[in-house]
């Protein structure tokens, strides 16, 4: 299995609350990505970075914000938390054969 | 907007049964085709691939698909399922290797 970690792996928070999600790499992979999953709608990408201090927007985006100040670890940020940002959030890795390979998942529960 | 549409949200089938799940793409351009699959509380795992060359790709547990350009199609097909098939399969495309566009998944039930 590719070196993937999240942390937490379960959040429970408040509406208007900061919330700092992590992703660690131990494969030295140069993508790192941000998806969320809600039923009905698969897997959808927020935010994704292409080498430190590199990164660029998916298609949901509004109120995440990401860093990457090291290769290994790729942090999604909600600025203040919203009940529609419950979800389950994946990172994943992906090298220069194209597969993506994905951490166990980080489920959060905004209430 | 580029789009992936798995025809099927549920599939169930008796074990030993073939099945096909099926997925099309939005646009004919070259792509990077992926089916993923989910097991319940687990991540994503790689089922196979298609990057060019032969469009029949074989996967990991006796999957396989087959890349159709003309019908922007990757169906994902198994002779034979078992129960430990059952779980959600993803398929993914993407046109530059780096941004990947997921369909909405479809869940596999097998009956014993």
């Known amino acids: 299995d590719a070196g993937i970690t999240q942390s937490p792996r379960h959040k429970v928070t408040e509406t208007g609350t900061p919330v700092t999600l992590r992703c660690h790499q131990t494969?030295?992979?140069?993508?790192m990505y941000w998806y969320r999953q809600d039923p009905g709608h698969g897997l959808r990408l927020i935010h994704y970075s292409y080498g430190v201090k590199d990164t660029d927007k998916g298609e949901v985006s509004d109120g995440y914000s990401v860093s990457r100040s090291k290769t290994e670890d790729f942090l999604l940020t909600l600025e203040s938390a919203t009940s529609s940002q419950t979800s389950v959030y994946f990172c994943?890795?992906?090298?220069?054969?194209?597969?993506?390979?994905f951490g166990p998942g980080t489920r959060l529960t905004v209430t | 907007a580029q789009s992936v549409t798995q025809l099927d949200s549920q599939v169930p089938v008796f074990e030993e049964a073939p099945v096909e799940l099926r997925c099309n793409y939005s646009s004919s351009v070259s792509v990077y085709l992926f089916w993923y699959v989910q097991y319940p509380n687990q991540g994503l795992q790689l089922l196979l691939k298609y990057l060019s060359g032969s469009t029949l790709v074989k996967g990991i547990n006796g999957f396989e698909a087959e890349f159709n350009k003309s019908q922007t199609s990757f169906h994902l097909r198994k002779p034979s399922v078992h129960i430990s098939d059952t779980a959600e399969y993803f398929c993914?495309?993407?046109?530059?290797?780096?941004?990947?566009?997921f369909g909405t998944g479809t869940s596999l039930t097998v009956i014993p």
């Open positions: 494969e030295n992979h140069r993508y």
């Open positions: 994943a890795i992906s090298g220069d054969n194209y597969e993506q390979y």
């Open positions: 993914a495309v993407s046109y530059t290797g780096n941004q990947f566009y």
